[in-house]
């Protein structure tokens, strides 16, 4: 069932973005640029890299896109392992909540390895990777889909060309998540659709107990057997832990822009998908 979010009765206006290039400025455009350039020298160096590395919690994108690399070579088998198999149904519900027709332009945002955007174009859709981490992409190379290097913030799309956004549990790991919101919105076509999922709060109190347990203390153990960077998972834990839940993330999405948001809950709220719709 989906959830409608309702703005309070006297709501902050929202975030201007002010200090960051706006999306159509020269400096943005060269970032957007600089993205799209796949930089081989440091892919191959974190590829001969053995130690294991993590983010910090405020997520400077040079040190979360390291660390995404280092875990490429085993990411999906150990979503896999982590979630009991369930990582195969949240895609399949993402993608019924795009609700894709053949044909439309869609951008898979934090895509990885291309996992979620070869499920999207099991509609027929045309459908494009992007992701911040080379090795991440690197790794899903034979997957045969689209793919582009690029930072959330500063997308290397002009506006108005997709029907469909879509980012999958990644824009906890995004700097300023707010920015990125309004990327998304920017190049989304008038009446397209946004669908965040990510992980969130379980709305069941003694199940969010087991779970909060479970990804503190259980989560990294089990990857410290399957994942070739364990390490990553004690940030996955904490970034988990601090995002917020659902009607908060939502109020987000409205703020960046977006309308008629609603989420829904899946697996008892341990995951939640949020969508919403750019009007005019």
Known sequence: MWRWWRPPACSPPPPTGRGRP????????ETRARGVRFGFRRLLSSLVKTESFRASLDKQPHEVATMFDGVARRYDLTNTVLTGGQDRYWRWATRRALALRPGE??????????????????????????????GMLAQGRF???????????ALPFADNVFDAVTINYGLRNIVD????????LRVTKPGGRLVVAEFSTPTFEPYRTVYRAFVTKLLPRVAGVVSSNPDAYEYLAESIQAWPDQPELAERIAGAGWSQVRWRNLSGGA????????LG
Not at 22 to 29: E, I, N, Y
Not at 143 to 153: C, E, I, K, L, W
Not at 177 to 184: K, Q, S
Not at 271 to 278: C, I, P, Q, S, T
């Open 22 to 29: 706006s999306p159509g400025s020269r400096t943005a455009r």
């Open 105 to 134: 332009r869609v951008l898979d945002l934090a895509a990885g390895t291309g996992v979620s955007t070869t499920e999207f174009a099991k509609s027929g859709a045309w459908c494009v990777a992007v992701d911040f981490s080379q």
């Open 143 to 153: 997957r045969g889909v689209p793919m582009v290097a690029a930072d959330g913030m």
């Open 177 to 184: 998540p707010d920015v990125a919101l309004r990327e998304m």
């Open 271 to 278: 995951v939640a998908l949020h969508r919403g719709y750019k």
